[in-house]
């Protein structure tokens, strides 16, 4: 079992950038699969990124393409989002998840584990 704790959400402007963070407990964490998911008030838990175990296969929503980058660091058990160009429609609540197979994996039901998430709010 894993425990994952976001943090580095907050406010920035429309063309800003930030970094996301996921902590994980546990000595396992280099054999999850990883991912980052996005809620909005009032819409449906979607997909963001996607990493491998071993960071060699990434996914990325079309939304996000180009302006987002996941990656790990499996010595510090640690996940990351680098979130470049936001625009406002990029505010929701992040959250990064766990998975036992290392199968690309674009929903939510396919993530066995969860954080709490984290709040980014960008302004036009």
């Known amino acids: 079992q894993v425990q994952l704790v976001e943090s580095g959400g907050g406010l920035v402007q429309a063309g800003g950038s930030l970094r996301l963070s996921c902590a994980a407990s546990?000595?396992?964490?280099?054999?999850?699969?990883m991912g980052w998911f996005r809620q909005a008030p009032g819409n449906e838990r979607e997909f963001v990124a996607f990493?491998?175990?071993?960071?060699?296969?990434?996914r990325y929503a079309d939304a996000v393409k180009g302006r987002f980058t996941i990656s790990r660091d499996n010595a510090k058990n640690t996940v990351y989002l680098q979130m470049s160009r936001l625009k406002p429609e990029d505010t929701s609540v992040y959250y990064c998840?766990?998975?036992?197979?290392?199968?690309?994996?674009?929903?939510?039901?396919?993530?066995?584990?969860w954080g709490q998430g984290t709040q980014v709010t960008v302004s036009s």
């Open positions: 998840a766990a998975k036992d197979s290392n199968v690309v994996a674009t929903t939510a039901p396919e993530y066995d584990y």
């Open positions: 990493i491998s175990s071993y960071g060699g296969s990434t």
């Open positions: 546990g000595r396992t964490f280099r054999t999850y699969a």
